[in-house]
């Protein structure tokens, strides 16, 4: 999604009946981010919307410096920045990738499905995958959810996107892309200038 | 909650804080992937040195050649040496840039026997020309501001007649600016001699048209 450089956009504020609206929408898609809304979205503070190119908007706190939350391509789900995923890392459905994956992720590629289905990736598994504490959920999870894409060996997540299939297809497959269009890090929006 | 099969639901940690890599912006467990790793890690030994332990120890180094194969970490090698020299080229690209830069300390005639002092280019060294005006203004006690050129862009405008002081001044106080990139150009004798030139140009193009 944001594999080119972005131009700061036209930045305006948010009316705070718009400002509801999106909290209300963040909870709906995230339940667990409720418990830490007014810390991630505080109802005094001003909330701005930034134009991005292809028809992305990206809410913001504006704060000093300002503190990127959400982005949103037309009406599709909100999309959490990556700085929030790092913030609430526990709050939104993940997966892994296996470390091999991870320079062509960070280079701008979809994220192929044998990137999560090898034996460094997870993929939700009913029997946790026999680990303790598994950390990738139990259910399977259908296409177009929302995924915080995590990689071996690093504690924090690399992509956030939405699953072009399923992960039961995908274990079945085991190949073809299973998020395009994501937002990862160090690309246009990671690295865009908010102040 | 807690029925959408999202483990740990019920011990969420607080708003958690993430350092992130004053060279490339990444958390550091990612610059290894990126074409700045050695100045990447300097920063990190730098600034937060218990983290630089446990990421560029030998055994987490060691950690995550296993888990590639022999193959892939040759790829995943050839592509780092890529990037890096790619990171390499731009960064000498920044520093030919700025040796190159030139500053201009311009005399204008404003009213008859009334200067000021434009200097131009300063900014292109990385200094911020609001505070360079203002140390200006004082060091030589006159009006000194950032005005916007014609040509778009700012300059610094000084009251007066300061070529001399200035050009020392500069060198001196902002060693950043190499001396031999400062131009003293005086617009009134550049205007005549500009005229002059055009005349001396129309009359050889008057000489080859015969
Ligand atoms: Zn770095």
Same mark, same amino acid.
């Given at each position: 999604m944001f594999k080119k450089e972005i131009p700061p956009g036209t930045k305006s504020k948010v009316k705070s009946s718009v400002q509801r609206g999106i909290r209300s929408k963040a909870i709906e898609t995230y339940p667990l981010l409720e418990p830490y809304m007014d810390e991630i979205m505080p109802k005094k503070e001003q909330l701005d919307m930034i134009k991005l190119p292809d028809r992305v908007t990206l809410y913001a706190l504006s704060a000093s410096p300002v503190v990127p939350l959400f982005w949103?391509?037309?009406?599709?789900?909100?999309?959490?920045?990556?700085?929030?995923?790092?913030?609430f890392p526990d709050c939104f459905h993940r997966i892994r990738i296996d470390r091999g994956a991870i320079r062509f992720v960070l280079s701008g590629a979809a994220l192929m499905t044998p990137g999560a289905t090898s034996p460094g990736g997870r993929l939700p598994e009913a029997d946790g995958n026999g680990e303790e504490d598994y950390r990738y959920g139990? /259910? /399977?999870?259908?296409? =177009?959810? +929302?995924v915080v894409v995590e990689a071996e060996g690093k504690e924090n997540a690399c992509m956030? =996107?939405?699953? &072009? +299939?399923?992960? &039961?297809?995908? &274990?079945?497959?085991? &190949?073809?892309?299973?998020?395009?269009? =994501?937002?990862?890090? =160090?690309?246009g929006l990671w690295n865009l200038h908010l102040d | 909650m807690g029925d959408n099969g999202v483990a740990g639901a019920e011990s969420i940690p607080q708003s958690k804080v993430v350092v992130y890599c004053g060279?490339?912006?990444?958390?550091?467990?990612?610059?290894?992937?990126?074409?700045?790793? %050695? %100045?990447?890690?300097?920063?990190?030994?730098?600034?937060?040195?218990? @983290?630089?332990g446990e990421l560029y120890s030998e055994a987490?180094?060691?950690?995550? @050649?296993?888990?590639?194969? @022999?193959d892939a970490q040759k790829r995943a090698e050839k592509d780092a040496q890529k990037k890096a020299a790619?990171?390499?080229?731009?960064?000498?690209?920044?520093?030919? %840039?700025?040796?190159?830069?030139?500053?201009?300390i311009k005399r204008v005639e404003r009213n008859k026997r009334k200067y000021v002092t434009a200097v131009a280019g300063l900014e292109e060294h990385g200094l911020e020309l609001k505070k360079v005006a203002k140390d200006l203004g004082k060091k030589f006690a006159t009006g000194s501001?950032? $005005? %916007?050129?014609?040509?778009?862009?700012?300059?610094?405008?000084?009251?007066?007649? @300061? $070529?001399?002081?200035?050009?020392?001044?500069?060198v001196k106080t902002y060693k950043g600016v190499p001396e031999d990139n400062i131009e003293c150009i005086d617009e009134s004798k550049k205007k005549k001699a500009a005229a002059a030139a055009a005349a001396i140009a129309a009359t050889e193009a008057g000489l080859q048209g015969r």
């Open positions: 949103q391509h037309m009406d599709d789900p909100l999309i959490p920045h990556l700085r929030l995923v790092h913030r139990t /259910e /399977e999870l259908a296409p =177009g959810t +929302v956030v =996107g939405q699953l &072009k +299939v399923g992960t &039961k297809e995908m &274990k079945a497959t085991k &190949k073809g892309a299973a998020v395009e269009a =994501g937002h990862y890090l =160090g690309d | 060279v490339c912006s990444l958390p550091p467990e990612y610059c290894e992937f990126g074409g700045t790793t %050695k %100045k990447c890690e300097e920063w990190l030994k730098k600034h937060h040195p218990s @983290l630089h987490a180094i060691e950690a995550n @050649l296993s888990t590639l194969s @022999l790619k990171a390499a080229t731009a960064e000498a690209k920044e520093v030919e %840039k700025k040796a190159a830069a030139k500053v201009y501001s950032v $005005t %916007k050129m014609a040509a778009g862009g700012e300059e610094i405008t000084v009251q007066g007649d @300061l $070529t001399e002081g200035l050009l020392e001044y500069i």
